[in-house]
């Protein structure tokens, strides 16, 4: 199935990647994946096939089927270190968001709400209840990356 039929094959195809890179932009706080984050943002994909806005329906049935496999590889052929690994991503979510562009107003509004839940969820896989009780307001640094 092709999620957004103004799209060519190999551009639906692409974003499909776009949670993959977006999941890997908010892990990147120490410059690896670890294995909090990658479960974190496995389950979220599974959980956006049911929970997404409407007109992102197809798209995240379709992007999660590839999810895992998606993260697993661009992780790996990502370059080591934090910055190096940070500008990569930059540089692919950059080639995505020109396709995201392409989708219309409604589309591009709904995608971009979908990956921002994506970055925060991700972003909070090491959270820790604990971590609010001592710390209720939010500090950067602390309670906040």
Partial sequence: MIPFNNLS???NK???TFPAYISLLAANND????EAERESAIKFSHTKTFSC???LVDFYEEADKVFENS???IDSSLPKGKE???AAIKKKLSVLENIV???GEDNILAMHRSMKSFKEHVSKAHHNVLVDF????????????
């Fill in 14 to 16: 692409a974003l499909l």
């Fill in 53 to 55: 806005e409407p007109l």
């Fill in 31 to 34: 410059g690896i994946l670890d």
């Fill in 9 to 11: 094959a190999k551009e």
């Fill in 84 to 86: 190096r690994r940070e």
């Fill in 101 to 103: 562009l392409k989708l």
């Fill in 71 to 73: 993260i697993i590889q």
């Fill in 134 to 145: 001592i710390f209720p307001i939010p500090i950067i640094g602390i309670t906040e990356y």
